[in-house]
């Protein structure tokens, strides 16, 4: 008969990482809380649609959606020990620092696991394959969009024309210009 993989799994180390992961649904995004939006999303909330994203795109695009939707839902992950930075806030070693908060977040998983998450972190960070690439325009995506539904909600336009100041691969330029679209009205 054997073990289930979960009676052999290491349920208190398991237990810390989602415990650690569980902290970005109370972690503020802090660009929005610097532009004064009232109830900002929280990183949760951004990892989530980011992933949806990725994966929508990366189906698009006949690209691994399994890899990019794992690798969205880990591209925050070091957020849970660091906090949300903005651009403006990360210091110059931020690579590092935010590597280091990465495995701080993964401390409780098996080898293997930190392992294999810790190598599509890496993959991410770098943004020189296509899916990372598309995680990356996915997290401006999110951004983008979630200014649009701030700014239908009552938040001045003015205060979120920095979140529309995106660089993004070719590929995805034509939904960036379906967003700014809705937004001209």
């Known amino acids: 008969m054997g073990d289930h993989p979960l ?3 290491n349920t208190t180390g398991l237990i810390a990482f989602l415990k650690a992961a569980g902290k970005l649904k109370h972690i503020k995004r802090t660009g929005w809380v610097e532009a004064g939006v009232p109830n900002p999303e929280s990183v949760a909330d951004h990892v989530y649609r980011t992933a949806l994203i990725s994966m929508v795109l990366a ?28 651009p403006r806030q990360k210091p110059l070693n931020h690579a590092a620092s935010e590597a280091n908060a990465f495995q701080k977040a993964m401390a ?15 993959e991410y960070q770098a943004g020189q394959t296509p899916e990372a690439a598309l995680v990356h325009a996915a997290d401006k995506l999110d951004m983008v969009l979630q200014a649009h539904e701030y ?19 070719e ?9 700014k679209k809705l937004r001209a009205g």
């Open 7 to 9: 009676q052999a799994m």
């Open 59 to 86: 189906d698009t695009r006949s690209l691994d959606a399994s890899k990019v939707v794992r690798m969205a839902l880990l591209h925050d992950l070091s957020e849970a020990v660091t906090g949300d930075l903005t």
């Open 108 to 122: 409780g998983l098996d080898e293997r696991q930190r392992n294999q998450y810790t190598e599509l972190f890496r």
């Open 151 to 169: 700014q239908e909600t009552g938040v001045e336009a003015n205060v979120l024309d920095q979140f529309w100041e995106v660089d993004l691969p």
């Open 171 to 179: 590929e995805y330029g034509a939904l960036l210009s379906a967003l």
